[in-house]
């Protein structure tokens, strides 16, 4: 089993920046690829960034230019660099990770096999 542990949910002005972080536990070699989701209450969930264990990242068109994913692979987690936000940027975001080998697009139809509890972000002045 894996455990994600997502942090770094807070109150930010329109503008500013937030760095999120997942710490994954538990079968970490497991692990291939990790992204993360988020989700405005009543809508769909959307997937923003995913990096694979070597290293390749995958951003949304939405947030592409403002967003930043990163990982470390020693501390077994990944990061969310999210800069210039803006209103429509809060939502609960989701830590996610994928055993599978399979390239994970966005969108993707490969559900995650893991997930954290979730972390708020709000946008507001």
């Known amino acids: 089993q894996v455990q994600l542990v997502e942090s770094g949910g807070e109150l930010v002005h329109p503008g500013g920046s937030l760095r999120l972080s997942c710490a994954a536990s538990g079968s970490t070699f497991r692990i291939n690829t990790m992204g993360w989701y988020r989700q405005v209450p009543g809508e769909q969930l959307d997937l923003v960034a995913t990096?694979?264990?070597?290293?390749?990242?995958n951003v949304a068109d939405s947030v592409k230019g403002r967003v930043t994913i990163s990982r470390d692979n020693v501390k077994d987690t990944v990061y969310l660099q999210m800069g210039d936000l803006k209103p429509d940027d809060t939502a609960v975001y989701y830590c996610?990770?994928?055993?599978?080998?399979?390239?994970?697009?966005?969108?993707?139809?490969?559900?995650?096999?893991?997930w954290g509890q979730g972390t708020q972000v709000t946008v507001s002045s």
């Open positions: 990096i694979t264990s070597g290293g390749i990242t």
């Open positions: 996610s990770a994928w055993i599978v080998t399979a390239s994970i697009t966005i969108p993707t139809t490969i559900l995650p096999d893991y």
